[in-house]
C-alpha cells in the first residue's frame, strides 16, 4: 500500500518497492510557486533526501506539471517585490540542490506546461520523461526577469549553448517530442502512458542494484552539486535585482492584466497557465 506522509501543496508518497514519490498538489494554480509552495517544495525534498529509498519520483497533480513562479504573488509588492522573489527562489533552489544531490536515482514525469521554474524542477531529473503534449517555455524574457531554478545551468549542459540561448532568449515552445529531439529529456511517450511509465522507471532503479546506482550516479554528479550551488545563487540574485525593476513590474502587471492568453495561433498560448511564468 502505498503511504502519503505529508500534505498540502507538495507531498511525500513512499510507494512499496522502496520508490518515494515528490508529488505537486496544487493542480487548480498549475503548481505555481508562490512562497508558500516553494518552501513546502523544499521542506519535502529535503525530507525526502533524509530517506530517499532506492528511487525517487518527481510528478505533478492535474494538467500542469509546474507553470513556474506566480506573477500574482509576485505583482502589487513594490519596494518588497525582491525581497519576496528572492525569498520564492532561495526556497526553490534549497529544493532543486537537494533533489540534485539524491544518492539515488531521480525520475520526473513532465505533462502539460513546464514553465519558467517548472523547467529547472523538471530537469533536475536523471531520467525525465515527457508526455508528448507537454509544452516546455522559459518565459522569463517575456517578464523583464532571468532564469531561476537551475534552467541557465541545466540547460546549456543538456541541449548546448546555442540551443539553450535559443530557448532562455525567445521563449520558444517544445512540445514532449520536441524536448526529447533536443536532448532535454530521456524520451517522451503517449499521454496516456506517462504516469505507468515513470513509476515503472522508478521502481525498476530501486529494484536494482542500489550500491552500483549509488556510485554510478556519484561518478554523472562529481564536482557538480557545488558548481549547482553557486550558480543558484546568483540566479537568485539577478532575478531578485531584476524583479525591483520599473520594466519587470510593468512588463508582470500588462501580462497580468491581458490574463497572459495571447491570440489564437500563437505559439506563446501552448506555454501553460496564464499567471505563472516565471
Known amino acids: 500500500m502505498s503511504l502519503p506522509v505529508s500534505t498540502g501543496p507538495v507531498r511525500i508518497v513512499r510507494h512499496p518497492g522502496r520508490v518515494v514519490e515528490l508529488r505537486l498538489e496544487d493542480p487548480g494554480r498549475g503548481n505555481a510557486l508562490d512562497l508558500r ?40 509588492r513594490g519596494a518588497q517585490t525582491s525581497t519576496y522573489v528572492h525569498a520564492v527562489a532561495s526556497a526553490a533552489h534549497a529544493a532543486i540542490q537537494a533533489l540534485h544531490d539524491l544518492p539515488v536515482p531521480l525520475v520526473t514525469a513532465v505533462r502539460g506546461a513546464a514553465a519558467g521554474g517548472g523547467i529547472g524542477l523538471a530537469l533536475v531529473g536523471d531520467i525525465v520523461l515527457a508526455a508528448r503534449s507537454a509544452r516546455f517555455r522559459l518565459a522569463y524574457t517575456a517578464i523583464g526577469l532571468t532564469p531561476d531554478c537551475g534552467a541557465s ?3 546549456p549542459r543538456l541541449v548546448g549553448p546555442l540551443r539553450a540561448a535559443d530557448l532562455i532568449l525567445t521563449n520558444r515552445v517544445l512540445t514532449g517530442d520536441d524536448a526529447e529531439r533536443w536532448g532535454l529529456v530521456s524520451r517522451s511517450v503517449d499521454d496516456g502512458e506517462l504516469d505507468g511509465a515513470a513509476h515503472r522507471t522508478a521502481a525498476d532503479l530501486a529494484a ?3 550500491a552500483a546506482l549509488r556510485a554510478a550516479k556519484g561518478l554523472l554528479r562529481t564536482g557538480a552539486g557545488q558548481e549547482l550551488r553557486r550558480h543558484l545563487a546568483e540566479e537568485a540574485r539577478l532575478i531578485a535585482a531584476l524583479a525591483d525593476g520599473r520594466e519587470a513590474q ?5 501580462f497580468l492584466a491581458a490574463g497572459c492568453r495571447p491570440k489564437a495561433g ?3 498560448s501552448e506555454a501553460g497557465e496564464p499567471e505563472s511564468v516565471s
Do not use: I, K, Q, Y
Open 37 to 76: 509552495t516553494a518552501e513546502a517544495l523544499r521542506d519535502s525534498a529535503l525530507e525526502v533526501a533524509a530517506d530517499p529509498g532506492g528511487a525517487v519520483l518527481l510528478r505533478a497533480a492535474g494538467g500542469s506539471f509546474c507553470v513556474g513562479g506566480d506573477l500574482r504573488a509576485f505583482a502589487g
Open 153 to 155: 545551468w541545466f540547460l
Open 208 to 210: 536494482g542494484s542500489g
Open 250 to 254: 510593468d512588463l508582470m502587471a500588462s
Open 266 to 268: 500563437d505559439s506563446r
